[in-house]
């Protein structure tokens, strides 16, 4: 298991923006994809974004298309910048990483991401 270091979220006004950053503890910039999914109470977890290193590919989810935008650095740390929150985007976000380069990059499944952070929690409310 790589350890997966998170950090951002809280809460915030619907409307508002949070940004959560994601980096493996150890071989920083080798990961394959990184992905962030969330789960709110009583509620399956869900895949929202995911970006693969090499080409900087990215994927979304249908519900966060146009509000969030993932991106990464040189440094190998990943990022998710949230704008434009509703109530509903109100989660734990969990970071997940793949390192096999033939491993499926879209973040739909979590059974396609081996490592896991230890999630942060975003709320959106007056």
């Known amino acids: 298991q790589v350890q997966l270091v998170e950090s951002g979220g809280g809460q915030v006004q619907p409307g508002g923006s949070l940004t959560l950053s994601c980096a493996p503890a150890?071989?920083?910039?080798?990961?394959?994809?990184i992905a962030w999914f969330r789960q709110a109470p009583r509620k399956e977890r869900e895949g929202v974004s995911s970006i693969r290193n090499g080409d900087g590919s990215t994927y979304y989810a249908d519900s966060v298309k146009g509000r969030f935008t993932i991106s990464r650095d040189s440094a190998g740390t990943a990022y998710l910048q949230m704008r434009s929150l509703k109530p509903d985007d109100s989660a734990v976000y969990y970071c997940?990483?793949?390192?096999?380069?033939?491993?499926?990059?879209?973040?739909?499944?979590?059974?396609?991401?081996?490592?896991w952070g230890q999630g942060t929690q975003v709320t959106v409310s007056a």
């Open positions: 997940a990483a793949d390192f096999d380069p033939f491993g499926t990059w879209y973040a739909e499944s979590p059974l396609d991401f081996d490592h």
């Open positions: 150890e071989y920083t910039a080798d990961w394959y994809a």
